[in-house]
């Protein structure tokens, strides 16, 4: 199974800081990778998918990058509704994997 | 509007078994895989199943195979996961999630608000 480490897992960032994550994967998975944002208490919001392209709706301060086995989510200026818990997952085979996850809070 | 909306979780005995459904309305549900994705409380996000479109493809996480069994009914534009031998460590929110067409499998771009499993004595 294709194992997926988020660092780091806890984040702490102001208002108009930017920020990123970082998803490695334990094997190349070319550009199969998506990005999830969750909020407490509700479901996954995809963000990115194929690694880089922005889902529709999704704000232009979200970007993505990377490919083979090291990716990044960039939030180019952290607005208060971005601080929620976001998700990497691989789609390169089954079994399907996520990322622990990085916890996003407000210094 | 697209929309996914799960039913079926609750309170059960180890052992027991349950049955979830996922509804789906505002796009052609043939035309996508589909998955489940459950989350036990304060954890991560882990992937249970997913089916093709046409039910040609299942894939399970090691976990839950031979216990669960996912299916679709794409007349009645549901999905459903059948569990049975349920243990403790089944306990989370399953969500059914809708995948993209770009590719298979694709990343999940609609999902239900989740229901709640319960696997408890």
């Known amino acids: 199974d294709i194992q997926l480490t988020q660092s780091p897992s806890f984040l702490s960032a102001s208002v108009g800081d930017r920020v990123t994550i970082t998803c490695r994967a334990s094997?190349?998975?070319?550009?199969?990778l998506g990005w999830y944002q969750q909020k407490p208490g509700k479901a996954p919001k995809l963000l990115i998918y194929?690694?880089?392209t922005l889902q529709s709706g999704v704000p232009s301060r979200f970007s993505g990058s990377g490919s083979g086995t090291e990716f990044t989510l960039t939030i180019s200026s952290l607005q208060p509704e971005d601080f929620a818990t976001y998700y990497c997952q691989q789609l390169n085979s089954y079994p399907l994997t996520f990322g622990q996850g990085t916890r996003l809070e407000i210094k | 509007e697209v929309l996914l909306v799960e039913s079926g979780g609750g309170l059960v005995k180890p052992g027991g078994s349950l049955r979830l459904s996922c509804a789906a309305s505002g796009f052609t549900f043939s035309d996508y895989s589909m998955n489940w994705v459950r989350q036990a409380p304060g954890k991560g996000l882990e992937w249970v199943s997913a089916?093709?479109?046409?039910?040609?493809?299942?894939f399970y996480t090691d976990s839950v195979k031979g216990r669960f069994t996912i299916s679709r009914d794409n007349a009645r534009n549901s999905l459903y996961l059948q569990m049975n031998s349920l243990r403790a460590e089944d306990t989370a929110v399953y969500y059914c999630?809708?995948?993209?067409?770009?590719?298979?499998?694709?990343?999940?771009?609609?999902w239900g608000q989740g229901t709640m499993v319960t696997v408890s004595s």
């Open positions: 999630a809708k995948e993209g067409a770009r590719g298979w499998p694709d990343a999940f771009d609609i």
């Open positions: 194929a690694a880089s």
């Open positions: 089916v093709s479109g046409s039910s040609n493809y299942i």
């Open positions: 094997q190349g998975i070319s550009s199969y």
